[in-house]
T-cell receptor, first 115, second 116 residues
C-alpha cells in the first residue's frame, strides 16, 4: 500500500530565508508521481510542484523545488526566499498505478513565516 | 479556463438529514475525486469517478455515496448525517493519467458542512 509520511507538524522560518519541508513515501510501484500542495487558511488546495519517479532532474517551479532522492524514498519541498504569504499547510501526495492512480496525502506541515 | 467549482460553499444541517454536494470539474477533466478534511483526521479520500464510473473508494460507510454525470460533473450525497460528518469537503479534478506521467489534481474551494 502507498504511504506518505510528513514528520514535521509545524515549522517556523524567518522571512527571506529558505525552508525544507520533509516528505517520505512508501510504495511498491516502479512508476509513480509525487506532488506538493499548499493550503492557506481559506481552505483551497493549491498545486505547487510535481516530480515523476523517472524524472532524472529535480523539479523546480519558481521559488519551489523538490529534492527528490529516489533511493531514500524522500521528496522534500524546498521554499527559497520565504514570504509572509507562504504561511499555510503543506501537503505531500503520491499517486501510482497499483492503487488505481488514487492520490495519497500526508498529514501535512504547518509553515509559519516570521517577519 | 475556469477552475473547479463547488456548490454550495457553506451548509448547515441537523443530524439525520441528508445533503448533496456538487462539483464541476475543469473543462476536459474526466476524473473527479472527493475528500473529507477534518482537524482530527486530516485529508481523507472518499471516492474517485472517471467517465461516470466509480474507480476508487475510500474507507467510508455506505452513507457516503457519489455519482458522475456524462458532462463529468459530480455529486456526493451523505445520508443520515451525524455530528462527525462536519468537515470541509473538497472536490478535485484531473486529466486522465497514462504511461509514466501523472497529472496533478486541481481542487475546488470546498464545501464546509456543519452538522448540528
Amino acid at each position: 500500500a502507498q504511504k506518505i509520511t510528513q514528520t514535521q507538524p509545524g515549522m517556523f522560518v524567518q522571512e527571506k530565508e529558505a525552508v525544507t519541508l520533509d516528505c517520505t513515501y512508501d510504495t511498491s510501484d516502479q512508476s509513480y508521481g509525487l506532488f506538493w500542495y499548499k493550503q492557506p487558511s481559506s481552505g483551497e488546495m493549491i498545486f505547487l510542484i510535481y516530480q515523476g519517479s523517472y524524472d532524472e532532474q529535480n523539479a523546480t517551479e519558481g521559488r519551489y523545488s523538490l529534492n527528490f532522492q529516489k533511493a531514500r524514498k524522500s521528496a522534500n519541498l524546498v521554499i527559497s526566499a520565504s514570504q509572509l504569504g507562504d504561511s499555510a499547510m503543506y501537503f505531500c501526495a503520491m499517486r501510482g498505478p497499483n492503487t488505481g492512480n488514487q492520490f495519497y496525502f500526508g498529514t501535512g506541515t504547518s509553515l509559519t513565516v516570521i517577519p | 479556463k475556469a477552475g473547479v467549482t463547488q456548490t454550495p460553499r457553506y451548509l448547515i444541517k441537523t443530524r439525520g438529514q441528508q445533503v448533496t454536494l456538487s462539483c464541476s470539474p475543469i473543462s476536459g477533466h474526466r476524473s473527479v475525486s472527493w475528500y473529507q478534511q477534518t482537524p482530527g483526521q486530516g485529508l481523507q479520500f472518499l471516492f474517485e469517478y472517471f467517465s461516470e464510473t466509480q474507480r476508487n473508494k475510500g474507507n467510508f460507510p455506505g452513507r457516503f455515496s457519489g455519482r458522475q454525470f456524462s458532462n463529468s460533473r459530480s455529486e456526493m450525497n451523505v445520508s443520515t448525517l451525524e455530528l462527525g460528518d462536519s468537515a470541509l469537503y473538497l472536490c478535485a479534478s484531473s486529466r486522465f493519467t497514462s504511461g509514466v506521467s501523472y497529472n496533478e489534481q486541481f481542487f475546488g474551494p470546498g464545501t464546509r458542512l456543519t452538522v448540528l
